[in-house]
């Protein structure tokens, strides 16, 4: 039986997942190696990359440097849950995708996430705004220009929708 010192459960894309991690451990650690959601990526470990970027209560965050144990009981969504029920991609995927808005993509769901985090609670972000609020990620292949296009196309396409 786990000790009650133990983390047993976590919800994630809407899912309550059993697991059995140490509350210290990292929550990408228990992302990736316990619940084999590996779309979210270790890049730098300290917070200082962004590829690691989750939604935690809808708010981005560097998974790396959250603690399973704080994690736990609140609502966290990684990027294999970003879609909608049925398959369809979020704005922000389907603008990444139709602007390639990627070289590797080893920066690009923590891209994503951070992007959904901030459209969420700001829809209609101008670039410095969105600039701003990517600061906590990181391309190394230089293609910002075009990940800044595809979250612009991404706030018009949700725009769109919410007519
Ligand atoms: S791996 Fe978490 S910020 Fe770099
Ligand atoms: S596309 Fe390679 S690090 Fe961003």
């Given amino acids: 039986m786990a000790s009650a010192r133990r983390v047993t459960e976590l919800k ?9 991690a140490d509350p210290e451990a990292s ?9 084999d959601l ?6 730098c470990g300290e917070g200082k990359c ?28 990684t990027i294999e849950g970003l879609a909608g029920p049925s398959g369809t ?11 390639e808005a990627f070289q590797c993509a080893y920066c690009t769901s923590g891209m994503i996430m951070a ?6 609670a700001k829809p209609d972000p101008g670039e410095a705004e969105i600039v701003d609020a990517m600061q906590g990620n990181i391309c190394r292949c230089g293609t910002h220009p075009r990940i800044v296009a595809a979250i612009r ?3 018009v396409s949700m725009k769109e929708e919410r007519r």
């Fill in 12 to 20: 994630v894309n809407g899912t309550t997942r059993a697991i059995d």
């Fill in 27 to 35: 929550l990408l650690n228990v992302l990736r190696d316990e619940l």
């Fill in 38 to 43: 590996t779309g979210t990526k270790y890049g």
């Fill in 50 to 77: 962004g590829a690691c970027t989750v939604l935690i209560d809808g708010q981005p965050a560097h998974s790396c440097r959250v603690r399973v144990g704080v994690a736990s009981g609140r609502s966290i969504t």
């Fill in 89 to 99: 991609l979020h704005p922000v995927q389907q603008a990444f995708l139709d602007l």
């Fill in 115 to 120: 992007a959904a985090g901030l459209l969420a």
């Fill in 153 to 155: 196309k991404a706030a």
